[in-house]
């Protein structure tokens, strides 16, 4: 009946706690701060104002994003292909409102987007739906072939007029360029090294992997 139908939320994922949400908007942030710098970056700068030589500030180009998390399944409140399967599996209900860890292992930029890629462990992978990678629409090419689990992120930041489902799609499809090494290694940094793979997108592999508590919820707002 209806009331099912409503009791399904608008996505899951895993929540940031509060207590660490000013740490990686502050370390995302630097990095934006740092990357605008590099005189690669800058030689670059073309891909995010469509005119060469002039300076971009990344930090004001990104319009921060809401409600830190990691989307585990877009529901679109039952309307989402397999939600009402997904908000019934025995994982899902099980590790309803539980904490883990997630691992932060590098952050992005695109001409569209700002994220850190998530690192998802055997346990929170049960979470994770099959099709996750394969429903992104438009499919990067060969993001269907990587590994389960590579779409996850946490959107940082999107551009005038860009949705936050991007930020994933963008993810896959530098993946997708790691995977066949079109990447070029530009700099060390002190958080780690940068790559930049054409377009305007760069990613930066983090040394340490950053590790934040978070809640396995919903939201239904
Ligand atoms: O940044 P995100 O992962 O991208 O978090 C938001 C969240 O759901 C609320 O909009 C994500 N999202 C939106 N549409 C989709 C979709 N079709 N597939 C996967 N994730 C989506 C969005």
Redesign the pocket.
Known sequence: GPLEEVSIP??F?WFLLFSVKNKIKCTSMDFLKTLDTLDAFKKHSVDFTGKAEKEVDLEQYFKP?GIL???T??C?YGK?EGAKEYAENQAVIKSYGSISDLSLSAFFVTPRTC?ARVYLTEEQLQLWPAD?EK???PVPEAAASLPLGSRA???LGCAEGV??????IDLLEILAQQESQQGELVEEMELGSLTYYGEGKWLLNLREPICVPACFSS?YG
């Open positions: 608008l996505y994922g994003a998390h990691c989307t399944k877009f679109d989402a994220g996750a429903q992104a629409e992120h946490i959107t949705e936050p489902v991007q930020t994933g939201i």
